[in-house]
């Protein structure tokens, strides 16, 4: 498994854009990058995933590195619900069995 | 059902006792996953079933722990003679297929352990 490296911990104002970096430096050609959060109390839920090209949905954006060897999740307009850990994962599309949960970047927003 | 659906959502139980928790993954799902998260830590893989394949069982800490999926649905894992450091959230997560790069995980909400 790629390794990953993530902050601990950021902060954001409500309603202010927010952006969460990872580094995946040893990511190798045919993994995907996935972006899971996980809200207090609940299981994580699926955020975004992408491969080479820069990906949107309606919960976030995903930014790749043109080298792929980090990524940045971003959130335009950050809401209270948006606290949560954020885990940005690696995972090999063609045989990794399972995905691997770092520690992940916990996110406070700020009213 | 239209998620993934854990029960009991919370369990008490005395330290020696075996333990069941169940799953009911999404329908038409064929990955089907364990993970526990003790408090403040991240989450640990446990085991893994996809179709009538052989199960990934790596994850398991220990011969007390085990899993079994019945008609490629339903999931049960069972704790023999709980220990106090089983104490932790489990969850369940199922996903379209294995290839975990092109399937996103839904997640249960998970079952709450505490051995006492």
């Known amino acids: 498994d790629a390794k990953t490296t993530q902050p601990n911990s950021m902060e954001s104002n409500e309603e202010e854009p927010v952006h969460l970096p990872c580094n995946h430096s040893?990511?190798?050609?045919?993994?995907?990058i996935h972006w899971y959060r996980q809200l207090p109390s609940q299981g994580p839920e699926y955020v975004i995933h992408?491969?080479?090209s820069n990906v949107n949905n309606r919960m976030a954006s995903l930014a790749i590195a043109e080298d792929r060897k980090s990524s940045t999740l971003i959130l335009h307009r950050a809401t209270l619900r948006d606290a949560a850990v954020y885990y940005c994962i690696p995972s090999d599309q063609t045989g990794a069995n399972n995905l691997f949960f770092g520690t992940g970047t916990r996110l406070t927003v700020i009213p | 059902g239209a998620g993934v659906s854990q029960s009991p959502s919370n369990k008490v139980t005395e330290k020696g006792k075996d333990v069941e928790l169940r799953c009911d993954p999404i329908?038409?799902?064929?990955?089907l996953y364990w993970y526990r998260q003790s408090l403040g830590q991240g989450l640990e893989f446990l085991i893994y079933?996809?179709?009538?394949?052989?199960?990934?069982k790596s994850g398991l800490p220990s011969d007390r722990f085990s899993a079994e999926r019945t008609g490629g649905s339903v999931s049960t894992l069972t704790i023999q003679r709980t220990q106090q450091e089983d104490s932790a959230v489990y969850l369940c997560a199922s996903s379209l297929g294995v290839r975990g790069g092109l399937y996103g995980y839904t997640f249960g909400s998970g079952t709450r352990l505490t051995v006492v």
């Open positions: 329908s038409g799902h064929t990955a």
């Open positions: 040893t990511i190798s050609g045919t993994d995907y």
């Open positions: 992408g491969l080479t």
């Open positions: 079933f996809q179709g009538n394949s052989a199960p990934d």
